[in-house]
């Protein structure tokens, strides 16, 4: 599903719903695409290797970016 609109969303690794945990180590910002492949194929997220790995085997590294 694509979603046109531009604006970033702010995803939480371990969903809020289940883990309450809004500290920014939990979150992530993403594009409106990225956020909704995410919870629709609800992958698994491996902190470690900054990855996330889903049901197809199909592992997607994070791209960082550090302009802050």
Known sequence: MRVENNDAKAHHI??????????????MIVCPN???????ANPSFDRRQLQYAYKN???QKLLLNEHL
Do not use: E, M, Q
């Open 14 to 27: 371990d969903y809020f719903v289940t883990s309450l945990n809004t500290d920014a180590s939990n979150l």
């Open 57 to 59: 085997r199909l592992k």
């Open 34 to 40: 990225h956020h909704s492949i995410i919870h629709s």
